[in-house]
């Protein structure tokens, strides 16, 4: 999943920022309401997480009542330290979807997250992606090929939504490094290469047709030779 996490507490979002990238998701950081209405508005997202008082002149509540209005129906979870049930129901009012109290524990933070996730499914979110038989189930985030279990890693799994989401196009390193990756330059290292190699050996190794080509100069296309 792509998820928002907007949060000035440094210890909180390192600990939230490491527990997703762990898990596999790709997140966006703010530090502040500004930065965090910038991207909850331009960038697309399966969750979004609001700490509630946030630095400057718009806090957690402030934006969701802008997305609202403004039509955004990504499922929202609020974290904050108000713990009161009358500070509970105003962020719900206000439009969050859950309200999660500081500290928590990631694992509470992972379910809740993956509850909304799963409540957004029932509005026609995208819950699978397919290119010829390969079949990417994103919710019990499963992987198959032509009904063959296809076991991967966190980071190949980041890697191949990424190709299925961008199937029949040219993936470059660039965009590879940027949203996989989280590197907005190059260091100069085989990382891509490495990870699609071993990407390639799982999800073509053993099949007719291969899906994931290299693209001399260019990058990478996942998709069905259709010569």
Request: hydrophobic share 40%; charged share 30%; aromatic share 6%.
């Amino acid at each position: 999943m792509k998820i928002l996490l907007v949060e000035d507490n440094e210890t909180v979002s390192r600990f939230v920022l490491k527990g997703l990238k762990e898990k596999g998701h790709v997140v966006d950081l703010a530090a502040d309401g500004r930065d965090g209405l910038f991207l909850a508005t331009t960038e697309r997202y399966d969750v979004m997480i609001f700490d509630r008082m946030l630095p400057g002149d718009i806090d957690g509540l402030a934006i969701i009542g802008i997305l609202r209005k403004t039509g955004n129906r990504t499922p929202i979870l609020i974290l904050s330290a108000l713990a009161e049930v009358d500070d509970r129901i105003e962020g719900l009012r206000a439009g969050g979807d859950d309200y999660l109290t500081k500290p928590f524990a990631f694992g509470e933070l992972e379910a809740r997250i993956e509850a909304l996730a799963r409540r957004a499914t029932t509005e026609s979110e995208e819950t699978s992606l397919s290119v010829g038989d390969l079949r990417m189930d994103l919710l019990a985030r499963k992987v198959t090929r032509a009904g063959r279990v296809i076991q991967l890693q966190p980071r190949e799994f980041k890697l191949l939504e990424y190709l299925m989401r961008h199937a029949g196009q040219v993936v470059t390193r660039t965009m590879l490094l940027e949203n996989v990756w989280d590197y907005h330059f190059d260091p100069q290292t085989n990382v891509i290469d490495v990870h699609v190699s071993k990407l390639r050996q799982k999800i073509d190794a053993g099949f007719d047709s291969p899906l994931l080509a290299t693209v001399r100069g260019a990058g990478y296309r996942l998709g069905v030779d259709e010569r």
